[in-house]
């Protein structure tokens, strides 16, 4: 039977192969032979070997961008995943009204970046403002202010997975352990954490991709400022390629080593999560 | 499920530690009402702060609107005017209905393919699209917007072959993930009877689909909806989705019109929220099992 199926290659397989092709292979495998050139445009590249890698890591936005980049993932992972965490516990107690709560927390996960972005703006500077500064006017208002919104923007749908993961832990294993003297603290420890270790892992790596990859928040937000000191990685790539003339070339140097990290980040993913199926 | 692990604890060690105890019950619900209203305060804010006049709103924003302050929907047809959020929306939702129908459409077969076909080649391609998966947009954006450029599809038709193409990793993804799970028999049958596989695909693999179906189209939804820079990049500010609209308020290192900004915001999250009340079991579903690609 697959045969027949097998000759049917240009229904099934051949439209959404050519988009496929036209929109990420092909710009993929451009973009990773334009990081060795010089150009302005596609067709006027010139071959520079590795200057443009060379200029990335020596060029300090980028430097600065990497590591206030580091900071804000590592940040924004531990305290989202708390966060989700605790929130999860208490709505799968019982609790009257659960559901409208899980509803409410949830909730900011569908606005978009740019939305989200002035929205915060107007919050955080309305209460800077009673200090007499603004969002701009140091950089660690801005990072502060980036890390509020992404655990706003992220607590609900971490917390909706956690839940997830928490409702499969069987109610027996609970009982016996409770019958056996176990400690809420000690059942949390012993019971609950080790069996949500797969939702644990998803969560822990969505955070931590997302949290490296933040481009809308942070350009509706800050926009770098002051001075392009808040400027993550992703909007100092898009900064070198659309804001610098004669360093299109650098910046698509940047995206590849951007791309290099979170790739070493989804596999290292891949064999935790791969490790711990074979184990279980 | 969560009602009958609390009771079921109750009956035997009785009710200190299983936080049903009424006193504690009210306390959590208390406590998670007061960060219910954290959560919805920003949103609140916003809303309140569209119907005040613009220079009221920077300097005071927790400020409800009095006598001096009110400036009734003035902000909105400001914003209306100088953004065209009208015309956004149209494009956002047109964008936004057609591309995620042909997703469904295109890697629903594409992955039914690649499952039931099996050869080097499907597979070198399956990987292919699960690879591109990882691939950050930065990575490709300058280069896919010339390609877009080239081929004539830096326009809102055009946009959805970069959407199919773009987002398909995710979406062949989940639906092969799927597709490995159902058994052969059903498709054989189907065949035996002499459906060819287009029939067999339409009648009887595509309903098993629906699950599966409704997690992807509400990823790509969400996805396509929000997305900010692949637009501007693509087809620039000719047609501005709704989030292009937004930022485009912003234009140059001039203020912003924050009266206009507000209720621009106001309009973006409505039809969100409308979207979200009226499909909520399907998202957060959708959502939680869409989370297992990572």
């Known amino acids: 039977m697959p045969g027949t199926i097998k000759k049917y290659f240009p229904v099934f397989v051949l439209p959404t192969l050519l988009a496929f092709f036209l929109a990420f292979f092909l710009p993929f495998l451009m973009g990773i032979w334009l990081s ?50 605790l929130l999860a516990l208490l709505l799968t107690r019982g609790i009257k009204g659960t559901n409208l709560f899980r509803t409410v927390f949830f909730m900011p996960n569908l606005i978009g970046g740019i939305v989200l972005g002035y929205i915060w703006m107007l919050i955080l500077n309305g209460i800077l403002a009673k200090f007499g500064v603004s969002l701009t006017y140091d950089p660690r208002y801005g990072f502060w202010g980036l890390v509020i919104l992404m655990n706003w923007q992220m607590i609900g749908y971490m917390m909706i997975i956690y839940i997830a993961g928490i409702q499969n832990v069987p109610t027996e ?37 997302n949290s490296f990859k933040l481009f809308d928040q942070n350009l509706a937000l800050t926009n770098g ?46 064999v935790l999560t791969r490790r711990r199926e074979v184990e279980s | 499920m969560k009602e009958k692990k609390t009771t079921g604890a109750t009956n035997r060690i009785g009710v200190a530690e299983t936080g049903i105890h009424p006193l504690w019950q009210s306390v959590w619900i208390v406590i998670l009402a007061l960060l219910s209203a954290l959560f919805l305060f920003p949103v609140i804010v916003v809303v309140y702060n569209s119907f005040k006049g613009r220079l009221y709103i920077s300097d005071a924003p927790f400020r409800l609107p009095d006598v001096t302050t009110f400036a009734g929907l003035e902000n909105y047809w400001s914003g209306i005017e100088k953004t065209g959020i009208v015309s956004a929306f149209g494009w956002s939702s047109f964008i936004t209905v057609c591309s995620v129908a042909v997703i469904l459409l295109g890697t629903s077969m594409t992955a039914w393919y690649l499952v039931r076909v099996k050869n080097v080649w499907t597979e070198a391609l399956y990987y292919l699209f699960v690879f591109s998966m990882i691939v950050p947009f930065q990575m490709v954006m300058f280069t896919m917007s010339k390609v877009a450029n080239v081929l004539y599809l830096d326009n809102p038709l055009g946009i959805i072959v970069i959407y199919l193409g773009f987002g398909s990793g995710l979406s062949v993804f989940m639906f092969a993930g799927f597709i490995k799970s159902i058994p052969l ?102 959502v939680a099992a869409g989370a297992v690609k990572g």
């Open chain 1, 173 to 209: 294993l609970q009982e016996a352990a409770k019958m056996d003297g176990a400690t809420g603290m000690q059942r949390l420890r012993y019971v609950t954490v080790p069996m949500v270790m797969p939702s644990i892992t998803i969560c822990l790596f969505l955070t931590l991709t």
């Open chain 1, 36 to 85: 060795f050139c010089n150009f302005t445009t596609v067709v006027d590249a010139e071959w520079v070997g590795i200057r443009n890698y060379v200029r990335a890591f020596s060029n300090e936005d980028f430097l600065r961008a990497l590591w206030f980049t580091i900071r804000f993932t590592v940040v924004s992972v531990v305290s989202i995943n708390l966060a989700a965490f």
């Open chain 2, 185 to 286: 028999a059903m498709e054989e049958a189907a065949m035996i009877d002499g459906a060819g596989p287009i029939q067999t695909f339409f009648r009887v693999i595509f309903p098993i689909l629906k699950p599966t179906a409704v997690t992807v189209a509400i990823l790509n939804a969400m996805w396509i909806w929000n997305d900010y820079l692949l637009p501007y990049l693509v087809i620039g500010s000719n047609y501005r989705t709704l989030p292009i609209a937004i930022q485009y308020l912003k234009g140059g290192y001039g203020s912003i019109d924050m009266g206009a900004m507000m209720a621009m915001l106001v309009l973006a999250i409505i039809p969100i929220v409308i979207f979200y009340l009226s499909c909520q079991k399907y998202i957060i579903r959708g």
């Open chain 1, 225 to 270: 400022a002051p001075s392009g000191q808040t400027t993550m990685l992703a909007l100092d790539i898009y900064n070198t390629f659309y804001g610098r003339i004669g360093w299109e070339g650098v910046g698509q140097a940047k995206a590849v080593i951007f791309f290099i990290i979170v790739a070493i980040i989804s596999f290292t993913q891949l």
